[in-house]
């Protein structure tokens, strides 16, 4: 009953049922939606499948909200040297600054991984007549390592190459083999192996594999172990 509960009633003569909405009060207790003033939506998020939920300030609280944004602004202004109109336009420039050394610093990377080929291939192993190369590379993003891989193989001609990075706190693994030797030894099972050692997974090719792991740490007693591993297939 209406002495009871509130019920707000938004009306539209459209509507069939003569009204928009119509819900229990849900603390909107003013006269008229002109006692609100000002409504500012601040924030529009999923709650559940099918159901939004907008958060909004009304009244003094929009205004404050206002002035909060505007002071924003002019620290902004303030920081990049700008004026207020130009602080778009400036993050948009500095934006696109940070991805183009993001890029040279990527390129950089992959640079200085290629350069330890020949460091890499000289502590190359014969395990049972195979050549085996097993090392943690430095300073190597992900396709920096698969380059490196790539290239080692090449120059092995024929053999088996385990390579593996920190990289953002876990651990990145790759290994490869020359497609003369992946009737014996299949990289996908040994990145396996090695994934598990470190708290990952991974699998691939027989000739090509990659893997993730948890455990920095355990990366260089883990690719230790290659030798051994490759020794028990063959």
Known sequence: PESNVRVVTIPDPR???????KELCGGTHVERVGD???????????????????????????????????QTLRQLASQ??????AVLSQVEKLSETVRQLEKDLEAQKRKGALGQIDELAAHVQLIKGIKVIAAEVQNADR??????VDSLRQKLGSGVVALGTPENGKVALIVGVTKDLTSKVHAG????????????????????AEAGGKDTAGLKTALQTVPSLIATWL
């Open 80 to 85: 990049l040297n700008v004026g207020e109109d």
């Open 143 to 148: 396709q920096g390592l698969r380059q490196l």
């Open 36 to 70: 609100i003033g000002v409504l500012k939506v601040v924030s529009e998020e999923s709650v559940a499948a099918g159901v939004r939920r907008i958060e909004a300030v009304t009244g003094i609280g929009a205004l404050e909200h206002y002035q909060q944004q505007a």
């Open 189 to 208: 099972k040994l990145i396996g192996a090695l994934a598990e050692k470190l708290g990952g997974k991974g699998g691939g090719r027989p000739d090509l």
């Open 15 to 21: 509507s069939p049922r003569g009204f928009y909405s």
